[in-house]
């Protein structure tokens, strides 16, 4: 369940490296913990995000949790499924498709030696292991 080719953080959002660009979701755990995901909150493209920065909002039934940005760069394009005003509004892909359909915002990255702080498929999967 936890792809070997992402990269995580330990708030589990998932990071998806292709060059300059990284595309983040949260990992199949945190939508598992959360339950049935109703509202998603997503920045608009173009804004800037510090790493650590709040980006959105994830509402589930269960409770309301915030998202952090794993990287510093500019949003550059967004999961429009996850967008209530979008003629297909489907927030609940993030529970089935986290890791492919349920992306959230793909940033143009900064700095890339922020991915260097990242954790490994391996590293995630001791740090869940631990938490629980």
Known sequence: MIPEDLKYTEDHEWVRID??????GITHHAQDQLGD???VEV?????????????????????????????TGTVIERNEAL???SDNFEPETIN???YKDGWMIV???AD?????????????????????
């Open 19 to 24: 060059g300059k660009k990284a595309t983040v």
């Open 37 to 39: 995901i109703v509202f």
């Open 43 to 71: 920045p608009e493209v173009g804004r800037e995000l510090e790493r650590g920065d709040t980006f959105g909002v994830v509402e589930s039934v269960k409770t309301v949790s915030d998202l952090f940005s794993p990287v």
């Open 83 to 85: 967008d209530e005003s």
């Open 96 to 98: 089935s498709s986290p």
């Open 107 to 109: 940033v143009e990255v």
């Open 112 to 132: 890339e030696s922020a991915f260097d702080d990242l954790m490994d498929h391996s590293a995630y999967a001791a740090f869940v292991e631990n938490e629980g």
